[in-house]
């Protein structure tokens, strides 16, 4: 069975088990969270499709790291000589998929 869940402005395919890195989200380290925004359940028989999303369905997952990812750097150049150098590290929040229920 998978689904298709909606969080941090974006949509993931998961299914139980996998380990997926997120936009930060509130939680520690061991920590349950579950996600309430299923666009569509599959691997059954026939697929439960949301308008927009499945009502009662829901993913739990288990939090196993708060970090952030390697550097991101933008670098300019314009053609009167100056530089410059920026760049940031993107937080994120690892979850494993432990359960879908439908």
Request: net charge positive.
């Amino acid at each position: 069975m998978y689904a298709v869940i909606r969080t941090g402005g974006k949509q993931y395919r998961v299914a139980e088990g996998d380990v997926l890195r997120i936009e930060k989200i509130a939680g520690d380290i061991g920590a349950e969270v579950t996600f309430t925004d299923v666009l569509m359940l599959g691997g059954t028989d026939s697929p439960k499709v949301g308008k927009p999303t499945v009502s009662g369905a829901r993913v739990v997952g288990k939090v196993l790291a708060q970090d952030k990812h390697r550097r991101v750097l933008h670098f300019r150049k314009e053609k009167e000589g100056w530089t410059r150098r920026r760049g940031h590290r993107q937080p994120y929040t690892e979850v494993k998929v432990t359960s879908i229920a439908g």
